[in-house]
T-cell receptor, first 109, second 118 residues
Framework: GQNIDQPTEMTATEGAIVQINCTYQ??????LFWYQQHAGEAPTFLSY????GLEEKGRFSSFLSRSKGYSYLLLKELQMKDSASYLC??????????FGAGTRLFVKA | GAVVSQHPSRVICKSGTSVKIECRSL??????MFWYRQFPKQSLMLMAT?????????EQGVEKDKFLINHASLTLSTLTVTSAHPEDSSFYIC??????????????FGPGTRLTVL
């Protein structure tokens, strides 16, 4: 079956660094997406990891370990606008993307 | 990046009526589009995969006769909620894959349609 596990909520301070973890078990795996979703809006693409390791893109970085079924999203220099839900989404076989419940991040001043 | 549009963005209808939602890829061809539903504070749930020129593939538990999907062209897929009821009220989001050869193979989302059935 499919299972995606990420924390429900996290709180961090403006300017700080936060790491959002995700573990997954899926039938088939091609890569892993991270999306950001503000309340009432559609998800926006942040990153896509296929190979093991860390990929850095500005303030956001994403890490993948295929053997461990584990990924994390690292957000640096947090800003108030980063308050949103972050969705871990494995791209499984059959060209399907399966979404986790998301982690609601609250950034406080 | 690629753009996906959805229309309408918001719709309110009476119970028993049908509602059609359009999803368009504006600057790329999408052989495959996906329809998701999201209830408040919950994850996106895949409803069906829409392939151009063929029948949609529905996820388990999704009624294909209630949620009609048509993918008539490489840039347009439609979802029709037939005989809508209040429990169908939700945020419906489409996405499209850009398979133009990009290594990212990203899935782009439309802005979503909020359906309220009275």
């Amino acid at each position: 079956g499919q299972n995606i596990d990420q924390p429900t909520e996290m709180t961090a301070t403006e300017g700080a660094i936060v790491q959002i973890n995700c573990t997954y078990q899926t039938s088939g795996f091609n890569g892993l997406f991270w999306y950001q979703q503000h309340a009432g809006e559609a998800p926006t693409f942040l990153s896509y990891n296929v190979l093991d390791g860390l990929e850095e893109k500005g303030r956001f970085s994403s890490f993948l370990s295929r053997s461990k079924g584990y990924s994390y999203l690292l957000l640096k220099e947090l800003q108030m606008k980063d308050s949103a839900s972050y969705l871990c989404a494995p791209y499984t076989g059959g060209f399907k993307t399966i979404f986790g419940a998301g982690t609601r991040l609250f950034v406080k001043a | 990046g690629a753009v996906v549009s959805q229309h309408p963005s918001r719709v309110i209808c009476k119970s028993g009526t049908s509602v059609k939602i359009e999803c368009r890829s504006l600057d790329f061809q999408a052989t495959t589009m996906f329809w998701y539903r999201q209830f408040p504070k919950q994850s996106l749930m895949l409803m069906a995969t829409s392939n151009e020129g063929s029948k949609a593939t529905y996820e388990q538990g999704v009624e294909k006769d209630k949620f009609l999907i048509n993918h008539a062209s490489l840039t347009l897929s439609t979802l029709t909620v037939t005989s809508a009821h209040p429990e169908d009220s939700s945020f419906y989001i489409c996405s499209a894959r850009d398979l133009s050869g990009s290594s990212t193979d990203t899935q782009y989302f439309g802005p979503g349609t909020r359906l309220t059935v009275l």
